[in-house]
């Protein structure tokens, strides 16, 4: 069973930096997209990164390049999102999830970690 475990949340003030973590755990990812999500009250869910788990290819909206980066350590099995220059309408709840194979949604999700940014 796929679990993915997302730590790193917090309250930072804006111009700050935090580093999410997903650890990922229940099979090999070889094949994967791997994916960072967000969602703050009262808006849709918003895609912020993903990254190939094999082949490292990486993907982030407009908005966030440049301020976001995805990254990966395959010994650990943990995805992480380095999120700089934050701002108060990053605030939101993070999520991690994964794609398998071959197929067009992410079917595996965590369960989410709080970032606050204060301004």
């Known amino acids: 069973q796929v679990q993915l475990v997302e730590s790193g949340g917090g309250l930072v003030q804006a111009g700050g930096s935090l580093r999410l973590s997903c650890a990922a755990s229940?099979?090999?990812?070889?094949?994967?997209?791997m994916g960072w999500f967000r969602q703050a009250p009262g808006k849709e869910r918003e895609f912020v990164a993903s990254?190939?788990?094999?082949?490292?290819?990486?993907r982030y909206p407009d908005s966030l390049k440049g301020r976001f980066t995805i990254a990966k350590d395959n010994a650990k099995n943990t995805v992480y999102l380095q999120m700089n220059s934050l701002k108060p309408e990053d605030t939101a709840a993070y999520y991690c999830?994964?794609?398998?194979?071959?197929?067009?949604?992410?079917?595996?999700w965590g369960q989410g970690t709080q970032v606050t940014v204060s301004s």
């Open positions: 229940g099979r090999t990812f070889s094949g994967y997209v």
């Open positions: 990254i190939s788990w094999s082949v490292g290819i990486t």
């Open positions: 999830a994964a794609r398998p194979p071959n197929k067009r949604d992410f079917a595996y």
